[in-house]
Nanobody, 127 residues
């Protein structure tokens, strides 16, 4: 069974940090680009950060650029999202997703490009 499981969410004060993990089981992430998305109540799901199969290219939304860092450890079949300088507007359910890609250059960024999704982890930034 193909599965992605996020962990690391929680409650943090503004300015704090969290590290989200996305662990895959049932398949290897080596051939998948990975994206982190988030969805706040009443809002559409938005892409936050993306990484190619070999980790050679990364993309970030303007709202998190300079604060979030995506990385991957294919040996552990896990992708991470380090979130620093968190703001209340970062509050959302965060999802990781996997998109099969044929190369290591293209970075998919759209929701429809991702076929496998985790169940999400809640991140709440509040004092």
């Amino acid at each position: 069974q193909l599965q992605l499981v996020e962990s690391g969410g929680g409650l943090v004060q503004p300015g704090g940090s969290l590290r989200l993990s996305c662990a895959a089981s049932g398949f290897t992430l080596d051939y998948y680009a990975i994206g982190w998305f988030r969805q706040a109540p009443g809002k559409e799901r938005e892409g936050v950060s993306f990484i190619t199969t070999n980790g050679g290219r990364e993309k970030y939304s303007d709202s998190v650029k300079g604060r979030f860092t995506i990385s991957r450890d294919n040996a552990k079949n896990t992708v991470y999202l380090q979130m620093n300088s968190l703001k209340p507007e970062d509050t959302a359910v965060y999802y990781c997703a996997a998109a099969p890609t044929s190369g290591s250059y293209y970075v998919p960024t759209m929701v429809y490009e991702y076929g496998y999704w985790g169940q999400g982890t809640q991140v709440t930034v509040s004092s």
